[in-house]
């Protein structure tokens, strides 16, 4: 067979003088640094075994070698692999974040100045911020109350002859309802981007939630149930496209074409409509080890964030103001990366907002953890009539203004979790008796 030609960077073939990929090795005494980085003081042995560890390393050190690469290799290979069996999906490329994935979905769509794209009203802004970027018109769909995620009703009544893009958000881990989404965009012929940074893992009716539209995206941030030592994220797809995820992710790069006189070709996607160009959001081998590690332990975090979750809906259900989140069903389940605390302000004798303040002077961690986008400078500056929006999202507004915070699952103590389920029902009895 005749020999694999070698890249002149990765000492992949002969050479007298060779050239690595890896300009300055990391030795001993970084290694040791990021240990104490990943493993801080706490405890009074610290010092001592810390020692211990300095020295096996640099004992370590003499007798091994550095890698060959430090980005896009074997790791981030394996983890691709890994994630298409667990999604069950076709395709999977390992980015810097989930932003970067719904870019993939909004370049594909040839998405451009004058082409609209609907979003929930409630969102991060990394959901919208490629199409503020490229011009292109963001249209704001109200919420469902009960799970604060879009409503698909109102994203038909806000479809016109210039939108191209869907993009529902699994907040909190809990998908959207995908079925009258997806029949809207074979209806319309547009393409669907999900945003499922809180949903790796979540399932709806029967698949992994990110794997419903023509693209879906994970976050791997470090707030992320699971995460890649601080930031990462995953596309994923089943469309023919994504057999070009690795050109798409390293800027059209095309190692099995050349041009005259050089190695490789740099070459444009083909989108929905026409060619783009590729960016650059490239993921290292580091990152994809963390998160290998990270999902094995995938099951049980899940089902501790649950346990938790079923703890507090028994608890709160004793106030009927208090509007308990909907919960895992044989066709549903979330990732419960976090907890959907409602009142009735009626009922509650006040708003959200007393509440809020009620907790946070109790100790307990809380917040809405998204606010109405069109309420952001970076909109109201780009020309969006504000009042007209918020009219057109009621549910957004009694929302965010009079109903909802969250509540956090995960790294709690049995006593912390009890304290927090009691201090919402002493808030809100509080709230009910005028005190």
């Known amino acids: 067979m005749p020999k694999k ?59 091994g070698k550095s890698p ?63 199409p503020l970027s490229v011009g292109a018109k963001v249209v704001f769909a109200d919420v469902d109350p009960k799970s604060i995620n879009m409503d698909p009703a109102d994203v038909e009544r806000k479809i016109t002859e210039k939108t191209k893009v869907i993009i529902p958000v699994h907040i909190g881990g809990w998908p959207v309802d995908m079925d009258p989404i997806m029949r809207l965009a074979e209806k319309y012929d547009l393409v669907v981007i999900e945003d499922a940074a809180h949903a790796f893992g979540a399932e709806y009716k029967g698949k992994k939630a990110g794997t419903i539209g023509h693209f879906g995206s994970f976050s791997f941030h470090e707030v992320k149930n699971v995460t890649s030592f601080g930031e990462g994220g995953i ?43 590729a960016g650059n959001s490239s993921s290292t081998e580091i990152q994809a ?38 919960m895992d069903t044989s066709q549903i389940q979330s990732t419960h990366h976090l907890f959907l605390l409602q009142i009735d302000p009626e009922k509650a004798g006040g708003d959200i907002q007393i509440l809020k303040q009620k907790l946070q002077e109790k100790g307990i961690t809380n917040i809405p953890h998204f606010a109405p986008l069109y309420k952001f400078d970076v909109v109201k500056r780009m020309g969006y009539p504000v009042e007209d929006i918020e009219a057109s999202c009621p549910q957004t507004e009694e929302v965010f203004n009079r109903r909802f915070t969250h509540l956090p699952l995960y790294g709690l103590t049995t006593e912390q979790l009890q304290y927090m389920a009691d201090g919402v029902l002493e808030a809100v009895s509080e709230m009910q008796s005028g005190k």
């Not at 049980?300 to 509007?323: F, G, H, T």
């Open 5 to 63: 030609p070698s890249d002149f960077r990765y000492e992949s073939g002969p050479a007298q003088v060779p050239w690595a990929a890896v300009g300055e090795n990391y030795n001993a005494e970084d290694v040791i640094e990021l240990i104490r980085f990943l493993f801080q003081k706490n405890g009074d042995g610290y010092d001592e075994a810390l020692k211990q560890v300095e020295a096996s390393v640099r004992s370590l050190s003499e007798v």
């Open 68 to 130: 060959g690469k430090l980005s896009l290799g074997a790791k981030v290979s394996e983890l691709e692999e890994i994630m298409k069996e667990y999604l069950g999906v076709e395709y999977c490329s390992f980015l810097t974040n989930a932003t970067a994935g719904f870019e993939f979905g909004y370049k594909y769509a040839n998405l451009g100045p004058g082409d609209e794209v609907i979003a929930p009203a409630i969102t991060f802004i990394a959901t919208i911020s490629y």
């Open 235 to 277: 596309v994923c797809t089943n469309l023919p496209f994504g057999g070009h995820f690795g050109k798409c992710r390293f800027l059209g790069v095309d190692m099995s074409r050349k041009i005259k006189n050089w190695l490789y070709d740099v070459v444009p996607l083909d989108g929905k409509y026409g060619p783009f160009a």
């Open 289 to 326: 080890i963390g998160l290998i590690q990270q999902m094995k332990r995938m099951d049980s975090i899940i089902k501790e964030r649950r346990k938790n979750a079923e703890y507090l809906v028994e608890r709160l259900k004793e106030n009927d103001a208090i509007i308990v989140p909907p």
